[in-house]
């Protein structure tokens, strides 16, 4: 997917901002001076700081996306988001609040972002030079094997993340920025996963992408339809936007081409035998 590069970078800036917003304005909300103490009987009352982890990942994910899943990517967004996680727990101990404090966190982390970005990008820029003319740019093409499934498994990660976001919870579920926090972190993460899920497609066709806007639609209505119910009555909806969202991206990422089986029913075969790996663990004979 020709696109992959500026979305997975778009797409990790907006969770930049998010996460600089969560850090100051939804984190006080959490702490023993804010209205909702921590010190409040319940299962989660850190809503804000798991959302802000999201809001890294969604970060590496978005990066691994730009690279179109390329080891040169993927190896420094894996990097990035373990030190943006030290980095984040530090800043939490100095409790920034209000607008200026947003303003440069946001700032901060859109230039972070740039410099790790800006080294792939240098280094694809030299390789590109100093390439054969004859040689053909596999960039511009299908991804290879390896980065379709670097793909594949960012996409179900985010997927998986975007669970997590849409059935957050407090001690009192009453905060409506619990509600505004969840809704932007899942809807962030249902992009990164269609559009991960997207670029490890053999091939962009257009029946591919009408796939990828239906998901994406249907995936935003159920992120609604979770945080509309009430707690503890969230399972049958999560579970029903689960299975609409990963089936999607699987569909996305599979290696049907046209709608047709690719390679004949050897690749048919093999692709059953790994999901029975995968789902069973059975030790299942060599074809």
């Known amino acids: 997917m020709r696109s992959a590069r500026p979305v997975g970078l778009f797409l ?20 023993p001076i804010g209205p909702w103490s921590e010190r409040l009987p319940g299962n989660n009352a850190y809503w804000a700081r798991d959302l802000r982890f999201m809001a890294i990942m969604a970060v590496s994910l978005g990066l691994v996306l730009a690279g179109r899943g ?6 420094p967004a894996v990097l990035l988001g373990g030190c943006w996680v030290a980095a984040d727990v530090a800043i939490d101990r100095v409790d920034p609040i209000g607008v200026d404090a947003t303003v440069l966190l946001a700032v901060g982390g859109c230039a972070v972002l740039g410099v790790v970005a800006a080294v792939p ?9 100093a390439r054969e003319p004859g040689r053909p740019q596999r960039e511009r093409g299908a991804p290879a094997a390896t980065d379709r499934r670097v793909l ?14 849409a059935a ?15 809704l932007a972190t899942a809807a962030l993460l249902v992009a990164v996963a269609v559009g991960a899920g997207l670029a490890a497609a ?64 050897t690749a048919w075969r093999l692709s059953s035998r790994w999901w029975a790996r995968w789902c069973f663990w059975w030790p299942l004979p060599s074809p």
């Open 12 to 31: 990790s800036a907006v969770a930049v901002l998010l996460w600089a917003y969560g850090m100051t304005r939804w984190q006080p909300l959490t702490e």
């Open 70 to 75: 390329q080891l040169r990517w993927s190896g």
């Open 121 to 129: 990008l240098w280094w694809e820029r030299r390789l590109s030079s």
């Open 152 to 165: 594949t498994g960012a996409a179900c990660v985010a997927g998986v993340l975007t669970l997590v976001a």
């Open 168 to 182: 957050m919870e407090s001690p009192t579920d009453r905060e409506p920025e619990l509600n505004q926090g969840a």
């Open 202 to 265: 053999p091939a962009r066709t257009r029946a591919r992408v009408v796939l990828a806007a239906g998901v994406t639609v249907a995936a935003l209505l159920g992120v609604g339809l979770v945080r509309a119910a009430a707690p503890g009555e969230r399972l049958l909806p999560e579970a029903a936007l689960g299975a609409v969202l990963l089936t999607g991206v699987t569909l996305l990422a599979w290696d049907w081409p046209g709608g047709r089986r690719s390679g004949g029913t």
